[in-house]
């Protein structure tokens, strides 16, 4: 099993002015602890999970383009960018300039795109949900002609270009790869099965219980379009507050021990996941990432069934 970390929290004391230090910190140390990936969130106003819109927020391939200078093994993406966002040629050559500039560690993550607030408040149009999956797939095809250097014409219902050239082309080849996130049985999980090399659900709520009835479906996608399910890296975003056991963290919940971790990971790979990507409330503290090294050492020989 590979670990991840996204961070979706910027507003550490004295920001905005310790929001790059703090953030080259957390990267550093994800890098030194193991992580074989860091994730940023791609929006513009924090979400309502989080806090309040007025709290700091970073433009996701800003930060993965500073992230990536700090580093120099772990992969990067966003997790995920909403396709509404960017016009499709300029997310390719995004996606591109990342890889090109970390040494070929860039993702592309994607997904239809969901917080109407802040698409209404800077003025983004925010089409019908059929709309934004119609743009999706587009989208989706979009990259991978201009990865594959076709250069011929698209001409889709939402999106037309006369030249999708890319210059240069990507390091990882045959192109950065793409995560879709996001559970929808009917049109998410059948875009995964077509487009993508990974998947992306949440262990809240879904829980180990609810993951293998999606991967279920996701595999029945694959059959229908003759993908091979094994080729696809199963992900999921799990909250875990590492530390001490039996303390509390500042926050006031309590803090999750390396075995109950390694356990509850354990228990998403048994449920078919190879990537769990942490979203950890105490990212920016130091002391955290000795027990998060630990976490990768125990969890690293595990392997999702039917890999």
């Not at 200078?69 to 966002?85: A, C, K």
């Not at 995004?94 to 070929?104: C, E, I, K, N, R």
Request: proline share 7%; aromatic share 8%; hydrophobic share 35%.
């Amino acid at each position: 099993m590979r670990l991840g970390l996204q961070v979706s929290y910027f507003s550490w004391p004295d920001a905005p002015a310790s929001i790059g230090p703090t953030f080259g910190r957390i990267a550093r140390n994800a890098e030194d602890a193991g992580l074989s990936s860091l994730w940023v969130m791609d929006h513009f106003f924090q979400i309502a999970m989080i806090g309040p819109p007025e709290l700091d927020m970073v433009e996701g391939y800003t930060a993965l383009a500073f992230a990536g200078g700090q580093t120099s093994r772990i992969e990067l993406g966003t997790l995920v960018t909403g396709v509404t966002y960017r016009h499709p040629g300029l997310l390719a050559k995004t996606v591109t300039s990342l890889d090109v500039l970390s040494g070929g560690r860039a993702w592309l993550g994607i997904g239809a795109a969901w917080n109407e607030e802040e698409h209404r408040g800077l003025g983004v149009p925010y089409p019908s949900t059929k709309e934004r999956f119609e743009r999706l797939e587009e989208t989706l095809q979009i990259c991978l002609q201009m990865w594959a250097g076709d250069e011929s014409p698209y001409a889709g219902r939402h999106y037309q270009l006369e030249r999708p050239l890319n210059v240069p082309q990507s390091l990882r080849r045959p192109h950065p790869p793409i995560l879709i996130g996001g559970g929808g049985e009917k049109k998410t999980l059948r875009l995964v099965a077509e487009y993508a090399d990974a998947c992306n659900l949440f262990d809240t709520g879904l829980g180990p219980e609810g993951i293998p009835r999606k991967l279920d479906i996701l595999r029945e996608h694959c059959e229908a379009v003759g993908r091979d399910y094994a080729s696809i890296e199963k992900t999921c975003l799990a909250r875990v507050t590492l530390g001490p056991a039996g303390e509390t963290a500042p926050s006031g919940e309590p803090y999750a021990s390396v075995d109950e971790t390694v356990e509850r990971f354990g228990r998403l790979s048994d449920a078919g996941i190879d990537t769990v990507i942490m979203g950890m409330a105490n990212d920016s503290d130091d002391a955290a990432y000795p027990l998060v090294a630990e976490v990768v050492r125990q969890v690293e020989p595990l392997r999702a069934p039917g890999r």
